[in-house]
């Protein structure tokens, strides 16, 4: 089968660092993306890996390991405005298709 | 420029009624994607278009009829819903990276439209 599992809130303090964890098991795997989504709006890119490592986008940080399937986006400097939900979504091989998570919201308080 | 657009915002429809969603991009992808979503939700995608021809259909039920008139526009016609379609519906578009590897292409999400079926 195929499953995406991330916790599903967390609640970090401004100007701090949080990690949030994405672990997932899909038939075929060509890439991860982290998306953020604002309730109500659309989700927008942040991140994508398709090799391990670490892949570091100002505040926002991406790692990947593929052998356990595990994921995680790091943000720093937690900013209110960082306060959303964090969808981890996996493309599989061979056609179009991601597979999302359901999402992590992110409460930042002052 | 990396704008979805999506239109209407907002749309009520009785269950007899038909009614379009309509999606533009002028980035020059040429996948297109419906997706739906509810509260709390992740996206759960139900279409793909792939240089205008349909390339995925996730078995959704005949009362959803997609439509690509060309690689900019993309439609979803909608007649005879139910209250329980209700949902945020996001259009989505990539560009396949064919160096890459033809499906590692990032998707960029229009705002959605809120649909209501009363």
């Known amino acids: 089968g195929q499953n995406i599992d991330q916790p599903t809130e967390m609640t970090a303090t401004e100007g701090a660092i949080v990690q949030i964890n994405c672990t997932y098991q899909t038939s075929g795997f060509n890439g991860l993306f982290w998306y953020q989504q604002h309730a109500g709006e659309a989700p927008t890119f942040l991140s994508y890996n398709v090799l391990d490592g670490l892949e570091e986008k100002g505040r926002f940080s991406s790692f990947l390991s593929r052998s356990k399937g595990y994921s995680y986006l790091l943000l720093k400097e937690l900013q209110m405005k960082d306060s959303a939900s964090y969808l981890c979504a996996v493309r599989k091989t061979g056609g179009f298709k991601t597979i999302f998570g359901a999402g992590t919201r992110l409460f930042v308080k002052a | ?118």
Not at chain 2, 32 to 41: E, F, G, L, T, V
Not at chain 2, 82 to 88: I, R
């Open chain 2, 1 to 118: 420029d990396t704008e979805v657009t999506q239109t209407p915002k907002h749309l009520v429809m009785g269950m007899t009624n038909k009614k379009s969603l309509k999606c533009e991009q002028h980035m020059g992808h040429r996948a297109m994607y419906w997706y739906k979503q509810k509260a709390k939700k992740p996206p759960e995608l139900m279409f793909v278009y792939s240089y205008e021809k349909l390339s995925i259909n996730e078995s959704v039920p005949s009362r959803f009829s997609p439509e690509c008139p060309n690689s900019s526009l993309l439609n979803l016609h909608l007649h005879a819903l139910q209250p329980e379609d209700s949902a945020l519906y996001l259009c989505a578009s990539s560009q396949p990276d064919l160096l890459a590897g033809a499906f590692r292409d990032t998707q960029y999400f229009g705002p959605g439209t809120r649909l209501t079926v009363l």
